[in-house]
């Protein structure tokens, strides 16, 4: 591959003369210099120019849990996009826990050039965090307040919620349970929320002990269905508002012998790789995690080519769409 001498010798200047231009200043040879750039295929080394502009060519992404399906795919997506621009990423997990992502950024915001992050909670400390980092940063799939002046992704939880108790109700049902994540966090309100409105809307209430709200883990949705099935309040249906609770959920189904869809409907928000495999192959809303580590990407290259052009723009909140698929998991009511 041509070099940075290759181009100088080509266009008949000096390197620094070449290195001046790359660095974007104007120079009086410009027109020769980019004619032997162009006749060599000549591509600037992405670290040599990030340690003149003061860049690692680096971004950190954190994310709650690596193991959960979503984020592993979400961080897929963003992987794809940064590495055509020569960009490398640095994955950590929080584990849901401010603290962990405070130590975490504290030990990486030296090295990278920007944050890509899922935050634990949405607080105001989570926004003087990021806020005091002084690098570009956007927010994926939660956000730390009403207006969070950062960039951000995330998708309809809203637009999920309600196509999950649409589907319910269609199929004629009225006594249903919800398990649900952290009520702190965007997605783990707004569809828990959103679910029971659309419900509410159609005369239907969920009772108190059809309700179980905790951690977005495989433990919990695990131990909230046991708890359902200890109950045995007589739900014809469950809506759960995540695949890592849905897996632990599916878990305490299969254990205590209850039949899907045949006693117990059941419907998730996220898909994961196992739902099609099933007995019952799960009915789920799903949403386009690579897409959304694609949009993350392209902000934060955007705003990390605005630190060397000084150009300012507004802040950019994208919702992405998510579908309802369905499969085996749902049916109606049983009879009996």
Same mark, same amino acid.
């Given at each position: ?222 131990? %909230?269905?046991? #708890?359902?099935? @200890? $109950?045995?309040?007589?739900?014809? =249906? ?5 695949? !890592?609770?849905? &897996? ?40 386009? %995690?690579?897409? #959304?580590?694609? @949009? $993350?990407?392209?902000?934060?290259? =955007? ?5 060397? !052009?000084?150009? &300012? ?24």
């Amino acid at each position: 591959m041509a070099n940075i001498h290759d181009v100088a010798q080509r266009a008949g200047v000096s390197i620094a003369t070449v290195s001046r231009m790359l660095s974007g200043e104007n120079i009086r040879n410009r027109a020769a210099v980019e004619g032997a750039i162009a006749e060599l295929g000549y591509r600037p080394n992405a670290s040599a120019r990030g340690l003149r502009l003061g860049r690692h060519h680096t971004i950190a992404v954190i994310v709650p849990d690596i193991a959960n399906p979503y984020f592993a795919t979400l961080v897929r997506g963003i992987e794809e996009r940064v590495m055509t621009k020569g960009f490398r990423i640095i994955v950590a997990s929080s584990d849901e826990q401010f603290t962990a992502e405070r130590e975490v950024l504290g030990g990486l915001i030296d090295a990278v050039d920007a944050v890509a992050i899922v935050p634990a909670e949405a607080s105001d400390r989570t926004h003087r965090m990021l806020a005091d980092l002084g690098k570009p940063v956007v927010l994926i799939d939660r956000t730390v307040g009403d207006d969070p002046e950062f960039d951000l992704v995330h998708v309809d939880n809203a637009g999920g919620a309600r196509m999950a108790a649409e589907h319910l109700l269609s199929l004629g049902h009225r006594r249903i349970g919800i398990i649900s994540g952290r009520q702190e966090t965007l997605p783990g309100q707004v569809r828990h929320k959103v679910f029971l409105d659309t419900l509410s809307s159609a005369g239907v209430q969920v009772e108190p002990e059809d309700t179980k709200i905790g951690e977005f883990t495989r433990s919990f949705g695990e131990r %909230a269905a046991q #708890e359902m099935i @200890a $109950a045995n309040t007589g739900i014809t =249906a469950v809506f759960v508002g995540n695949n !890592t609770m849905a &897996q632990g959920a599916l878990l305490s189904l299969h254990a205590a012998g209850v039949g899907i869809p045949g006693r117990l409907s059941f419907l998730c928000f996220d898909d994961f790789d196992l739902a099609e495999l099933l007995p019952s192959p799960v009915t789920v809303i799903s949403r386009p %995690a690579i897409a #959304e580590g694609h @949009a $993350a990407a392209d902000l934060l290259l =955007a705003r990390i080519d605005d630190l060397e !052009t000084g150009r &300012q723009r507004k802040f950019m909140h994208k919702v992405l769409p998510v579908a309802l698929t369905v499969r085996q998991s749902c049916a109606a009511p049983a009879t009996s």
